[in-house]
């Protein structure tokens, strides 16, 4: 479930200053957004972070996924909060913000970016996706384990999918996962993890 706060229009600066700690809002075009994430999104979170951090593990990367950070995307009043977002610590060190604030402003100091789908696939599907993509992240995850996503980003009939986007000449590329396919993904080429296990952990 997510939903919009009237707030009025809210400056990052002013989010940053009054929500940086609230873990369930972010900020789209200075509107306050009510994330109001479920059980069933949190496992299907919980099973790609795990996942995640043992792919980093295996590789030995100086790259770590943090508890709560938010990404500020090129220009505007946005503020986004990833399901998950995997940072190269060597990186970090560019970051204006990030001694003081676990704020994002960079896109290379970013490697790899999940948004688990609730209500709000608009956002994910097509803001996030333009947004993610002129910062320059180089691969973008949304696990639509519910099928939730618009016909034209899902196809039809409408079924659980893992979109796995990856920036090449600063365009993102798209590839679906379904059922019993493992999941591709450019940054771990040895993950190990199927599309079915995903959805299967938002039962």
């Known amino acids: 479930m997510v939903s919009a706060i009237d707030t009025g229009v809210l400056s990052f600066q002013a989010f940053i200053a009054n929500y940086l700690d609230e873990v369930c809002y972010e900020l789209i075009d200075g509107e306050l957004i009510d994330l109001e994430p479920t059980g069933p999104h949190e496992q299907v979170t919980g099973l790609i972070n795990r996942k995640l951090n043992v792919a980093i593990d295996l590789l030995n990367l100086p790259w770590f996924i943090p ?3 938010l990404i500020k995307p090129l220009g505007g009043n946005s503020a986004f909060r990833p399901d998950i977002a995997i940072l190269d610590r060597a990186i970090l060190i560019n970051e204006p ?4 604030e676990p ?3 960079l896109g290379n100091s970013v490697k790899l970016v999940v948004e688990v789908v609730s209500t709000n696939w608009q956002n994910d599907y097509a803001r996030k996706v333009e947004d993610y993509e002129a910062l320059g992240i180089p691969e973008y995850w949304i696990a639509d384990y519910l099928g939730l996503g618009g016909k034209r980003y899902i196809g039809s009939p409408k079924q659980p999918v893992v979109t796995v986007y990856q920036l090449i000449a600063g365009v993102y590329q798209r590839e679906q996962f379904r059922g019993s396919e493992p999941i591709i993904s450019p940054t771990f080429p040895n993950l190990n993890l199927r599309a079915e296990q995903v959805f299967a ?3």
Do not use: D
């Open 97 to 100: 913000l990030w001694k003081t």
């Open 201 to 203: 952990a938002g039962e």
């Open 67 to 69: 508890m709560k950070c």
């Open 103 to 105: 704020v994002i402003t």
